[in-house]
């Protein structure tokens, strides 16, 4: 049996994440983790506190966990367990447990692929979103693309309007599954 490529779409907020993890898996007919985050955020009314950490980490985990389990040949991850100490650092300094940052370590090092979406489109307000200026979501894409990097992480830039971004995610998605079969 074939190994399950893991498919993380990367990036800051606002760059088209859960647009493209919920169009490759429908390409592909594979299924995708939602990012954990969001529905606990909804459920919290947005108070989200350091001490919520631990919890985060833990349902992001299991959503892609579940996904993984139904892959045959994929899965599609709509960001993922670095993110999370990503945004751990920048919202809670300090804050981010020992364990979050060891499981994120051997987690990503698991991913067959990282597709870094770049924030070449517009920003679009969410109550969950906390950096519309074009210099923090600079910043923010200089972070995300630096995990990558230090860690020497496999990834794919996915930049330019809608139908270059499919192209470029799914020539990716294409080189991974034939490396993976």
């Given at each position: 049996m074939a190994e399950v490529g893991?498919?993380?779409?990367?990036?800051?907020?606002?760059?088209?994440?859960?647009?493209?993890?919920?169009?490759?898996?429908?390409?592909?007919?594979?299924?995708?983790?939602?990012?954990?985050?969001?529905?606990?955020?909804?459920?919290?009314?947005?108070?989200?506190?350091?001490?919520?950490?631990?919890?985060?980490?833990?349902?992001?985990?299991?959503?892609e966990d579940l996904a993984g389990?139904?892959?045959?040949?994929?899965?599609?991850?709509?960001?993922?367990?670095?993110?999370?100490?990503?945004?751990?650092?920048?919202?809670?300094?300090?804050?981010?447990?020992?364990?979050?940052?060891?499981?994120?370590?051997?987690?990503?090092?698991?991913?067959?692929?990282?597709?870094?979406?770049?924030?070449?489109?517009?920003?679009?307000?969410?109550?969950?979103?906390?950096?519309?200026?074009?210099?923090?979501?600079?910043?923010?894409?200089?972070?995300?693309?630096?995990?990558?990097?230090?860690?020497?992480?496999?990834?794919?830039?996915?930049?330019?309007?809608?139908?270059?971004?499919?192209?470029?995610?799914?020539?990716?998605?294409?080189?991974?599954?034939?490396?993976?079969?």
């Open positions: 893991r498919i993380v779409i990367f990036g800051t907020e606002s760059t088209g994440k859960t647009t493209l993890t919920q169009w490759l898996a429908a390409q592909f007919g594979e299924p995708w983790a939602p990012e954990f985050v969001r529905e606990f955020w909804d459920l919290r009314g947005g108070a989200i506190g350091a001490h919520d950490l631990g919890t985060i980490a833990l349902g992001q985990m299991a959503n389990a139904q892959a045959r040949r994929a899965v599609f991850f709509d960001t993922d367990l670095l993110t999370c100490t990503l945004w751990n650092d920048a919202l809670f300094p300090g804050a981010c447990p020992a364990w979050v940052r060891a499981e994120a370590e051997k987690r990503a090092r698991g991913h067959a692929l990282y597709l870094l979406c770049d924030t070449d489109v517009p920003f679009a307000p969410d109550p969950q979103r906390c950096f519309p200026e074009p210099e923090a979501r600079e910043r923010a894409r200089a972070t995300w693309r630096g995990a990558l990097e230090s860690r020497g992480l496999a990834f794919v830039e996915i930049r330019g309007e809608w139908p270059e971004r499919e192209r470029a995610a799914i020539a990716a998605v294409e080189r991974v599954l034939g490396a993976t079969s």
